[in-house]
């Protein structure tokens, strides 16, 4: 069959395992929202909305790939703004960079200074607008990682496997990340200080100003390393600050 003629090529397999690994790379920034904004929901939700952003990102991926000639037409200028010539895809991602910066800030405010709650009405965030807000974001990473994709492979199959792998992986990697987050304050904060990283990225992609994102993820990758020694250090001595939850089930622990 077509769709399997790429596994008979040494370079298609070279292309596969390269693609993959850079698909989760890419992941990082969707785990780390994902993580950040299900932990708003309440902890039987939880697991269930990670399965559908999840899934969501793998579907608009694979989609993306299946209408690759529209995509590629989104990358046609539309207008001229201030010497920059404007596509679709940089008003995307243009849009997706400064949601991100701002969501990122808002969440930093709400954890050291925002209201902490019990679950009512007023505080509790709907599983819809979580989802609404997950498949946003996705819409954005989603041109990102495919348009990578089309640079690094030239076999539709290839790419659509190394998606599917990568969100498996990632899907496997989710609970035990939000878990780690939400047990480790400065780390939280250092993952919303690396999402307002990606969003100035985005912006700084959409008006063809390449960063490269290699830039962004070793300095969190390197201030995560020293949290983590941080951490290894201190032990259990001492208890880490417990951030604000606007959140917090009913009967359980006020953490």
């Known amino acids: 069959m077509e769709f399997f003629g790429w596994m008979a090529s040494p370079e298609a397999w070279v292309a596969l395992l390269a693609l993959t690994a850079v698909e989760v790379v890419l992941g990082i920034d969707n785990i780390i929202f994902l993580s950040i904004l299900v932990a708003k929901l309440p902890a039987a939700q939880r697991e269930k909305a990670r399965r559908i952003g999840l899934g969501l990102a793998m579907g608009m991926r694979i989609l993306l790939l299946l209408s690759l000639t529209w995509l590629l037409g989104f990358s046609e200028p539309l207008f001229a ?3 920059y010539e404007i596509s679709g895809r940089d008003l995307i991602l243009m849009a997706g960079g400064l949601f991100l910066i701002a969501k990122s800030t808002l969440e930093i405010h709400a954890g050291l200074e925002g209201e902490q709650g019990v679950s009512s009405a007023r505080v509790v965030v709907s599983f819809a607008a979580v989802i609404v807000q997950v498949v946003l974001l996705d819409i954005v990473f989603s041109i990102d990682s495919v348009l990578t994709a089309v640079g690094m492979a030239n076999d539709i199959p290839v790419m659509i ?3 599917v792998v990568a969100v498996g992986i990632m899907l496997v990697a989710a609970s035990a990340i939000h878990d780690f987050i939400e047990r480790h ?4 904060m250092l993952a919303l200080s690396f999402l307002v990283l990606v969003g100035v990225a985005l912006i700084g992609e959409g008006l063809d100003m390449h960063i490269p994102r290699g830039y962004v993820y070793f ?3 390197f201030s995560v390393a020293v949290e983590m020694i941080n951490i290894r250090v ?3 001595a001492a208890q880490p600050v417990q951030l604000r ?3 917090v089930d009913d009967g359980g622990p006020d953490v």
């Open 81 to 83: 703004l201030l010497g």
């Open 161 to 163: 496997i190394a998606i």
């Open 185 to 188: 304050p400065t780390i939280k």
């Open 219 to 221: 300095a969190m990758a």
């Open 234 to 236: 201190r032990g259990r």
């Open 245 to 247: 939850r606007a959140y």
